[in-house]
């Protein structure tokens, strides 16, 4: 298994507050990703990173914002959470390569409630 | 458009029935990938195959097969005499390439209950 951690698994939080998520991994992937999903909406790309401090947008990225200061490390931050941001987020780390042909490995998600 | 359709929402069926899970995609780019993942009732997605444009093999592994059609830009998920641990919602994606990144389209899912 790709050695993929999500912390933290469940959280609730209160309108307004910020949040933020972390994904760890120990395979020295370049490509990290951040989805969410959501009923009827399936997986949406939220934002991603192809190196240490390279990140871009998702089709889903207002509201999120994502750091990634060290290869092992993608941060999610929900600055101001609001109750559409209530969804399952899910880490992923691209296979060796990185490139198109590599299938996504993915942590086991964070359950996030915003209430 | 880029697309991945599966029209099956939802499935039910009885233990070692085969079971058939369809996915259509559309795209005009030539080279491309398309995955199957299992995400089962704990959670997790589970990577399961892929499959490059090129290579109209079928694909099989054990209980599990895989029938790509380029003619009809179709990649089917077969499991047979299925098992209650094959409950799971299952998802198709294609990727494709979009310069420093992929472009990953997803599948809403089918989910598959098996019964005993």
């Known amino acids: 298994d790709a050695g993929i951690t999500q912390s933290p698994r469940h959280k609730v939080t209160e309108t307004g507050t910020p949040v933020t998520l972390r994904c760890h991994q120990t395979?020295?992937?370049?490509?990290m990703y951040w989805y969410r999903q959501d009923p009827g909406h399936g997986l949406r790309l939220i934002h991603y990173s192809y190196g240490v401090k390279d990140t871009d947008k998702g089709e889903v990225s207002d509201g999120y914002s994502v750091s990634r200061s060290k290869t092992e490390d993608f941060l999610l931050t929900l600055e101001s959470a609001t109750s559409s941001q209530t969804s399952v987020y899910f880490c992923?780390?691209?296979?060796?390569?990185?490139?198109?042909?590599?299938?996504?490995?993915f942590g086991n998600g964070t359950r996030l409630t915003v209430t | 458009a880029q697309k991945v359709t599966q029209a099956q929402t939802e499935i039910s069926v009885v233990e070692k029935e085969d079971v058939t899970l369809d996915c259509v995609y559309e795209?005009?780019?030539?080279?491309?990938?398309l995955f199957w993942y299992k995400q089962p009732p704990s959670g997790e997605l589970v990577f399961l195959i892929r499959r490059n444009s090129f290579d109209e093999q079928n694909e099989i592994s054990g209980r599990y097969s895989w029938n790509f059609q380029k003619s009809t830009s179709s990649f089917n998920f077969t499991i047979t005499a299925s098992q209650v641990v094959d409950s799971a919602v299952y998802f198709c994606a294609l990727s494709l390439n979009a310069g420093n990144n992929r472009k990953l389209i997803w599948g809403l899912g089918t989910s598959l209950a098996v019964n005993p």
């Open positions: 795209t005009r780019d030539t080279t491309y990938y």
């Open positions: 395979e020295n992937h370049r490509y």
């Open positions: 992923a780390i691209a296979g060796a390569g990185g490139g198109y042909n590599s299938p996504l490995h």
